[in-house]
């Protein structure tokens, strides 16, 4: 009776488990760079919840809030910047503010002579060919980007849920990190002489 009772047990456990990493499994990046920023940050942590008495909520609280203000705004800003940056070329070079072949044609005759012969003997002079491969793939890159502007915006929403389950995760993982620490240690079930020294 007790064997069947461990069987039962050990494979209720192994479903719980693969249940368990079926729902977390949309987010195991977000986990990971939730665990990273949580190791990378605890040091904070821990001078502010000795500057708060000991308040660990108010601590971790106080990181969260700094983590969102030194890396989060910042990456997106940039992001958004480079966004736009790479919206405004795409426009000039579409309204012909921006001309490639000129800005080769003064490249290539900076460059020395025995350069331009070996280029030439390559056929990458050849500048009406650049200008028609360029505006070719132009008009897939703007092909693309209408067809995938829909993907663009649930990508948004998917960053945006990310962003708030790292967000949230960082926050237990700071105020309650010592103690689960503790609770997985305790539960390995190796002694103090079987654990592997650092």
Known sequence: MKKSEDRAFMLLLVLATIGFAWVLAPFYGTILWGLVVAILFNPLNLRLRKATGQRKGLASVATVMLVIVIVILPLILVSAALAQQAS???????????????????????????????LNYFGLTDLASVKEKVTAALAHASHLIAAKALGIGLGAFDFAVGLGVMLYLLFYLLRDGDDLLKRIKGAVPLGLNRRPSC
Do not use: C, H, K, N
């Open 88 to 118: 405004g070329a795409y426009r000039m070079v579409q309204s012909g503010e921006l001309d490639f072949v000129l800005y080769l044609q003064r490249i290539l005759d900076a460059l020395p002579s025995w350069m331009r012969e070996l």
